[in-house]
């Protein structure tokens, strides 16, 4: 997946109100970008990290700029754009890279199903057997390579996962799908120490069949690509 322009690096100066990130460009001007993540972003809005914006030309958009990418730790890269890991994901299904995934003949995004909820991907076989694949992104590195998710309290994730275990109980097949978008993340397991509700839920709809994958992506400013699968740990409660 390429980025849809050219992106313009700079440093952070601030995250605030959620969606606002205000950034020095390198030409040494000071813009208010858009910062499509709701969550907590934890460990990638340090001071003065490396960031990369994108600009659009569209004269409608409130603010012209959307915070892209963040260096963690001056030698990480993370994509902090949670619209960009379901397009991923989706290419690399189509494409045969996630293996335990493939051989499905059709595939479809947002399709409606649960109580009120859309799962990301929709796999369908010639056979007319079903996959239900939910995708979540995964950047908080907090040691050894080890990712977690998720990074802040997540009732809807943890609906999410008892929505999943409730299409097994169907007799179809279900998949939480971690994608890596953190290029110092080599393993992933959910975060007790942040969300034990998260954890213990994921505990239990694994015991009734959900499958887990994790896969990393390399990011550059150019664009990024699903690669390979990482380790997915079981999480350890105090």
């Known amino acids: 997946m390429d980025f849809p322009t050219e992106l313009l690096e700079g440093r952070l100066i601030k995250r605030y109100k959620r969606f606002l990130a205000d950034i020095e460009l390198l030409n040494g001007d000071v813009i208010t970008a858009h910062c499509p993540n709701t969550g907590s972003m934890k460990r990638c809005q340090q001071d003065n990290a490396k960031v990369w914006v994108s600009k659009s030309n569209n004269p409608k958009r409130k603010l012209a700029y959307t915070w892209e990418l963040v260096e963690v730790d ?108 953190h290029t110092g993340i080599d393993s992933v397991t959910p975060a007790t120490h942040i969300d034990p509700k998260y954890a213990q839920a994921f505990v239990e709809v694994m015991a009734k069949g959900v499958e887990v994958l994790a896969y990393q992506v390399s990011i550059d400013p150019q664009g990024m690509l699903v690669t390979h699968s990482v380790p997915v740990a079981m999480p350890e409660f105090p």
């Open 74 to 181: 001056e030698q990480h890269l993370a994509c902090i754009n949670t619209g960009y890991p379901n397009k991923l994901v989706g290419e690399a299904i189509a494409n045969g890279v996630v293996s335990e995934l493939a051989g499905y003949s059709e595939q479809k995004a947002e399709v409606k199903y649960g109580e009120k909820s859309r799962i990301d991907w929709l796999l369908t076989g010639a056979d007319g057997g079903k996959c239900y694949v939910e995708v979540k992104n995964v950047t908080l590195l907090e040691e050894d390579g080890l990712g977690y998710f998720p990074d802040a309290v997540t009732e809807r994730g943890r609906k999410h996962l008892y929505e999943l275990a409730n299409m097994v109980e169907e007799g179809h097949r279900a998949v939480m799908f971690f994608c890596v978008s």
